[in-house]
Structures are given as structure tokens and as C-alpha cells.
């Protein structure tokens, strides 16, 4: 099974569209009482997480999770840390535990000493050590992560991939097992990939489909419900399987999230980073625009924002974040922040970031933190899968933050929802500046700002400019007739050029006309995306260099492709031939558009 089919499948696996619904209901106490004590879920403050995913990764790639990246992460922890980041605990994910030991082993070969060192030296700097879970999956499509041990046997399901829940020794064992990490000081349990169709041979001409997922999730919730009446001080978060379609950007939203799962997680997830189907230049910001839309996405079912983790902050040197690097960090951190959830988690390769990047991360950080405990968040604008304006709103004790993003290939001009006696750009990616006059904004194609109104409009809360992003300040599109020259082809000739930098966007799409995903693998053996999509630009019958960025293996599939050619490269008195193709299988329809694109000298 692939990443992307196992993430798919475990999101399908939560809907609330199933009959569990109506048992469960979409009302969302957050309290339950399990033998008389009262539990609650839910964080009373924000929270500050580092979560070592994408420092390590043995889903898209080959980086194993050891003990000397584990502590080399810590170490980099307390370096932040010094520079006033705030980290308040430290998630081990997946797979620190050995495949043989019913989670209550570590993997023997990457951690011969056990977790005791590193249990320890997050005790000795006062941060809380969290472990990742799977729910009860137990492969992947590399085989058995996990093998089925003595007190499991009986729950196994007739899909031997995962177990049963609500039958066997499984779910008791489970129990048990996060009982044994509490004790040894664990204080924050992550579940992933839950599949609550399980069921066993003895019972599956028992129940109905629908019974086997209600008598599953009900198991669920009812070892978590007394795990943390036991241990009150535990967080528990809930990732992939309990709701959401996290698949693309262009579905219409839809109430398929329980808001019974509140009860038992403080927060959940919605969706592991990925682009979203706005094509854009610069391909972070349009995974940016994936969390922006996801958030948006779990907002409409009803999920306050900050109940929310949006798990957006991912740098590292893994296929998992596309070997990003640090990449325009700073814009995809203050939306990590700006997204108003208190789960505010950071993952990855943490040495990436150098002592200037720290000191900016703490400002960042405690600007946000300061508007988050308020908790008067909101989101404004249009859908972020639109592709058109959108932001995210924090009310503050005496002023008001705005984070703006333009997803559009066009200048825009925004009326931000404030009404304040003083006003000020507090960050801007680079190139075009934007120009505020009250609470109206014009910002440049794909881009980031933040506005700070009335206290916030002073140079304290100052973030200045992302000068690794160039965002345009003049562009336009260009009338370019494309014609289908063959099977996923399409070419148009542009006779007159305007004397500017030419970008090109295409786009595929299916039969019905919505965005159609490609996948080219994941590594090591997977293609990179320009490897299927293809821009070629000529002039004379000589091909031109093209600047693109979607040059990178995918695991998530891509939807479009993006290219730039430089005014330095063109011949100005010829026609330019353009030709997209996809190398997708199947028959599609390609749409493309062309702009001419001006930056700033400065």
C-alpha cells in the first residue's frame, strides 16, 4: 500500500458519514465521566511541540529513526530554545518501537540502549516526551511494521493488515502499554492511521459493516476515556482515520467530521503537508495553501480552531517533506501560528535552522503565542482552494493581527475585516511591496503579508521581509491559444511578447473537469514530477531554459506544472512555441495560461 493510498484510506476510515454518526451525534462536550471522576480533554493553553517526522522517514524514504538523530534533535532543541523558542515537548514518532515488542519494546537495532537517555534528558530540561501510535494498522505497503504478538492474536482481523478493536486482547494491551509510558514520564500519545472497519473471522458474519465501525470506534473511545481518567494530565492527539477529506482542494466541503472525537483528543489533525491543486510558482506557498484550505476545511464542521493542528510546519532533508530544506520557512511558520490552533507543532531537521533563524523564530512565535492565548481567532476572505484572497484574523487585548495570502496570479487588493486608528505591515515575502492604506491592502501574486492594527502596528511586532521569495510586481496575462497537438498535448504559439519575464501554469484535469492528480512515486524509486509533466519553450526551433520548482519526487500527486522563462533568455522579435504534456496514462484535458511577469530591480 502506498503513502499516499494509506493516508487516503485511513482519512476515508473516520467519516462520519457512516451510520456511527447518528449514535455519536455532531454535539461536542468536551467532558465525560468514566467511575464517578470527570475527565476533560482539551489543552487549557497553547502548546509548543517538536515532533522528529521529516528529521527521519520510513514511509517516503529510507531515513531511519535512531538514537543518535533523536538526541542530536534534543540538542537542537536546547539550542532554540536559548534564542527564546519555546518547545514544550519532544513527539517521537513512528517507528521508534520494535516490530516484535507490542509496543512496549524500542527497535533493538536503532536503539540498543532503549529510550532511557532520552526519557531522561528531556526530564533534565523540563520538556514532555510524546510517543507516536498507530491505532491498529500494523502494515504498510513494505510489509509488517508491526508483527501480531500473543496477546493480539484474537483480535486479529480478517484483513491482516490491522485488528480489531472492540474484540481480543489487542485493545486491553494497548491500554496497558500507554499505562507503562505514562509511568515512565510520556505525557503527550499520538494515534494515527485508525481503521475502524477491522473485524474478526469469528465475527464478521456477526455484524453489519456499519456495527463493526460503531462497535470499533466505541472500544476506541472508551480506552482513552479511561486511560485519561487515570492520568489527567496526558495529551492525546488524533492524525489520519478519524475524519476529513484530505485527498484535494477542489471538493466541496462537506460535514464529515465527528465532533464526538473532541471528547477524547485535544486536538486533530488535518492532513499531512502536501500542494494543493492551485498551481503557483512558487510550490510552497501552494502547500501552504493545502493547510490554509484543510483548516478551513475542518473549520466548517464545526471544530473550534483551536482544536485544530494543521501540521503544516515541516522542514527537512526527507522525502516525506519533499526535501525541502528551509525553503521559505518563515511564511509556512507564521501560518503554522496564524491558523489559531494551541497544537503548534514543528517538525524535522531542526540543525537546519542557524542562530539569526532562531532569534527570528522566537519573535515570530511569541507574537503569535501572545494573540493565541486570547483565543480570538477567525478566517476571513474566500476559500483558499478558490485560489483567491484569504487570511486569518487574531484579536489581541488592545489591537489586531492579519496574516493575508494572494494565491491568484494577479495583484490583489484586500478590505481586511478591522476597524483600528493605526496600521502597519509587519512581514512581506520579498519583491513586491505591498502598499496598506487603513485596512485596505494590495498585495502581489502569491503573496504572504501580515498587518498589525492599533498595538501591534509598532516596530516591536516588526517580522520584515522574506528576501528568498521574489514576489512580482507587474503582472499580466497574455492571450495564448492552446491547441491539442496529441494525447495529454497541448502547444500555442505567442507571436507578440511583451518584454518581461513569461510565465507558464498548466493544469490537468478528468472527465468531469476537475483537477486530476499524478503520482510519480516516492523515493528512492519514484520519478520526479518533471519527469511527467513537461514544459518545453522555443524560439528559432531552439529550446529555451525554464526555471520550475516542481521538480521533485511527490509522493501526495500533483495536479500542475509551473514554469518561468527569463526576459534575459528571450528573443523579443520572435514568436515564442509553447507545448505542455502530461505522461499520465490516461486520457485528460490540459489547460494552460500564460502572464507576463515583472520584477523589481531593488
Known amino acids: 500500500m502506498k503513502r499516499r493510498e494509506l493516508i487516503k484510506q485511513a482519512a476515508l476510515w473516520g467519516l462520519a458519514a457512516h451510520p456511527l454518526t447518528k449514535a455519536f451525534g455532531q454535539r461536542s462536550p468536551e467532558a465525560w465521566t468514566v467511575r464517578g471522576k470527570t475527565a476533560m480533554a482539551g489543552l487549557t493553553r497553547p502548546v509548543f511541540v517538536y515532533n522528529n517526522w521529516s528529521a527521519h522517514d520510513e514511509l517516503s524514504d529510507n531515513v531511519a529513526q535512531t538514537e543518535l538523530l533523536s538526541l542530536r534533535e534534543l540538542d537542537e532543541i536546547l539550542r532554540l530554545k536559548k534564542s527564546g523558542v519555546q518547545i514544550d515537548y519532544y513527539v517521537m514518532d513512528a517507528f521508534w518501537f520494535d516490530k516484535r515488542g507490542g509496543y512496549r519494546e524500542w527497535n533493538k537495532q536503532h536503539w540498543p540502549n532503549g529510550p532511557d537517555k532520552w526519557l531522561s534528558s528531556c526530564k533534565l530540561n523540563n520538556i514532555l516526551p510524546g510517543m507516536w501510535?498507530?491505532?491498529?494498522?500494523?502494515?504498510?505497503?513494505s510489509g509488517r511494521f508491526l508483527e501480531v504478538i500473543d496477546a493480539w492474536k484474537d483480535s486479529l482481523a480478517t484483513d491482516p493488515n490491522i485488528l480489531c478493536l472492540f474484540e481480543g486482547g489487542y485493545l486491553n494491551h494497548l491500554e496497558g502499554s500507554l499505562q507503562l509510558w505514562y509511568d515512565r514520564g510520556v505525557r503527550l500519545f499520538k494515534f494515527d492511521f485508525a481503521n475502524f472497519?477491522?473485524?474478526?473471522?469469528?465475527?464478521?458474519?456477526?455484524?453489519?459493516?456499519?456495527?463493526?465501525?460503531?462497535k470499533n470506534k466505541q472500544a476506541f473511545m472508551g480506552m482513552l476515556q479511561r486511560f485519561r481518567a487515570k492520568n489527567d494530565d496526558v495529551l492525546i492527539t488524533g492524525y489520519n482515520g478519524f475524519g476529513g477529506d484530505m485527498e484535494n482542494t477542489f471538493a466541496p466541503f462537506k460535514k464529515d467530521i465527528n465532533l464526538k472525537w473532541l471528547e477524547v483528543f485535544e486536538t486533530l489533525c488535518c492532513g499531512d503537508p502536501r500542494f494543493s491543486d492551485v498551481p503557483m510558482m512558487n510550490i510552497w506557498r501552494s502547500a501552504d495553501n493545502y493547510s490554509d484550505h484543510m483548516v478551513r476545511q475542518f473549520e466548517f464542521n464545526g471544530l473550534p480552531l483551536r482544536r485544530i493542528d494543521n501540521?503544516?510546519?515541516?522542514i527537512g532533508k526527507t522525502g516525506t517533506c519533499y526535501y525541502r530544506g528551509i525553503q521559505a520557512w518563515k511564511g509556512m511558520l507564521i501560518l503554522e501560528l496564524a491558523r489559531g490552533g494551541w497544537m503548534n507543532v514543528y517538525h524535522g531537521n531542526l540543525e537546519?535552522?542557524?542562530?539569526?533563524?532562531?532569534?527570528?523564530?522566537?519573535?515570530?512565535?511569541?507574537?503569535?503565542?501572545?494573540?493565541?492565548?486570547?483565543?480570538?481567532?477567525?478566517?476571513?476572505?474566500?476559500?483558499?482552494?478558490s485560489g483567491k484572497p484569504y487570511g486569518f484574523r487574531a484579536s489581541g487585548l488592545q489591537g489586531v493581527v492579519c496574516t493575508i495570502v494572494n494565491p491568484s496570479q494577479a495583484m490583489a487588493t484586500?478590505?481586511?475585516?478591522?476597524?483600528?486608528?493605526?496600521?502597519?505591515?509587519?512581514?512581506?515575502?520579498?519583491?513586491?511591496?505591498?502598499?496598506?492604506?487603513?485596512?485596505?491592502?494590495?498585495?502581489?501574486?502569491?503573496?504572504?503579508?501580515?498587518?498589525?492594527?492599533?498595538?501591534?502596528?509598532?516596530?516591536?511586532?516588526?517580522?520584515?521581509?522574506?528576501?528568498?521569495?521574489?514576489?512580482?510586481?507587474?503582472i499580466s496575462k497574455i492571450n495564448g491559444d492552446f491547441k491539442q497537438t496529441g494525447k495529454n498535448k497541448i502547444e500555442a504559439t505567442i507571436a507578440k511578447l511583451p518584454v518581461r519575464n513569461i510565465r507558464i501554469i498548466f493544469q490537468q484535469f478528468d472527465s468531469k473537469g476537475l483537477p486530476y492528480r499524478t503520482w510519480g512515486g516516492a523515493p528512492p524509486d519514484g520519478k520526479k514530477m518533471d519527469m511527467v509533466f513537461k514544459i518545453h519553450a522555443s524560439q528559432n526551433g531552439k529550446p529555451l531554459p525554464l526555471h520550475i520548482e516542481y521538480d521533485k519526487m511527490i509522493w501526495s500527486g500533483l495536479s500542475w506544472a509551473a514554469g518561468e522563462i527569463s526576459a534575459d533568455d528571450l528573443d523579443f522579435g520572435r514568436p515564442l512555441i509553447i507545448e505542455c504534456l502530461s505522461n499520465e496514462t490516461q486520457n485528460l484535458d490540459l489547460k494552460a495560461d500564460v502572464y507576463a511577469v515583472g520584477y523589481s530591480n531593488r
Open 311 to 314: 501540521c503544516a510546519f515541516m
Open 197 to 214: 472497519e477491522a473485524v474478526t473471522p469469528a465475527s464478521e458474519n456477526k455484524y453489519s459493516p456499519e456495527q463493526v465501525q460503531e
Open 133 to 141: 501510535f498507530s491505532t491498529n494498522l500494523i502494515a504498510t505497503h
Open 414 to 474: 484586500v478590505s481586511l475585516p478591522v476597524i483600528a486608528k493605526t496600521s502597519a505591515v509587519l512581514y512581506a515575502d520579498g519583491g513586491y511591496r505591498p502598499v496598506l492604506r487603513g485596512s485596505q491592502l494590495s498585495l502581489g501574486p502569491e503573496q504572504l503579508v501580515v498587518v498589525g492594527f492599533d498595538q501591534y502596528a509598532t516596530d516591536k511586532y516588526n517580522l520584515g521581509r522574506d528576501e528568498s521569495i521574489s514576489i512580482p510586481v507587474a
Open 352 to 385: 537546519l535552522l542557524n542562530d539569526a533563524d532562531a532569534k527570528w523564530f522566537a519573535k515570530t512565535q511569541s507574537l503569535y503565542h501572545e494573540l493565541q492565548i486570547q483565543d480570538k481567532f477567525s478566517s476571513f476572505g474566500e476559500i483558499p482552494g
